[in-house]
């Protein structure tokens, strides 16, 4: 137990561990490929929700998306679809009422992602910061991500966090459900490039989940991504008590 209002420290998480509050982000790649695992999380999310609950006495969910920038080669700009990717979007802020996180995770829907990978860092980073940020590319296309304000709960102590407003003294649990690799990822392959603000960089998403005290759970589709997220897993102490990243391997299929 660390002590009240003491510093921060990152320690292992090792499920088995009691935890008594939790805040559980379901962070959902939503391109093309994604069709079957969206429809797996929604026809499951009674299931999940369930067991979270079980498990955690007091837990509470929140759902986000991310597709890709939609510049050049790496998103759609809506001229192919008609729907434009994004880097980021918050669907539900962290709340007890699963009705709410059904609702968001319905609104979800399979389109874009024009490269193989993804803005799983972006993602990652806003919503471990809530900060937003203005993005252009070479051809002018811009896309614009609004700073996040989180509402003033009564009576609660401290300041909730992040684009999903994580509550105060709640443990931030990021379940990431992909079925391919990062944008920036933890090895520096895969970079952003003709994008004016840079795209935040592996290591800025990843200081900023620490500084959230943030933990992180894969969902590996068909084994795509799996690399990306075990590392993010074992920087953010996310492991089962044999020190092995909380990492999973789920089918494409519906």
Request: charged share 15%; hydrophobic share 35%.
């Amino acid at each position: 137990v660390l002590p009240f209002n003491g510093a921060r420290e990152m320690r292992p998480l090792r499920f088995g561990t009691n935890i008594n509050i939790a805040d559980i982000y379901f962070l959902i790649d939503t391109t093309g490929s994604m069709g079957g695992p969206i429809t797996n999380v929604q026809n499951s999310l009674s299931m999940l929700s369930t067991e979270i609950i079980a498990r955690i006495p007091d837990a509470q969910l929140g759902v986000g998306q991310f597709k890709d920038f939609p510049f050049g080669s790496y998103g759609d700009d809506g001229s192919f679809l008609g729907t434009r990717d994004m880097a980021y979007q918050n669907e539900q802020d962290i709340t007890a009422n699963v009705s709410s996180v059904q609702a968001a995770l319905g609104r979800l829907s399979a389109s874009g992602g024009f490269d193989g990978p993804e803005s799983h860092v972006a993602a990652m980073f806003f919503t471990a910061t809530g900060m937003g940020g203005n993005y252009s590319y070479t051809d002018g296309m811009r896309w614009d991500l609004a700073p996040k304000s989180c509402t003033v709960v009564p009576d609660e102590v401290g300041t909730r966090r992040g684009y999903p407003c994580f509550r105060p003294g709640a443990l931030p649990i990021v379940v990431m459900v992909t079925d391919v690799d990062m944008h920036n990822d933890p090895t520096g392959a895969d970079t952003y490039t003709g994008i004016s603000r840079a795209p935040p960089a592996f290591a800025q998403a990843l200081d900023a989940m620490r500084g959230l005290g943030a933990r992180f759970i894969g969902v590996a589709v068909n084994g795509g991504g799996r690399g990306d997220m075990e590392e993010v897993a074992r920087q953010t102490g996310t492991v089962d008590g044999s020190g092995m990243p909380l990492v999973y391997d789920a089918s494409g299929m519906p």
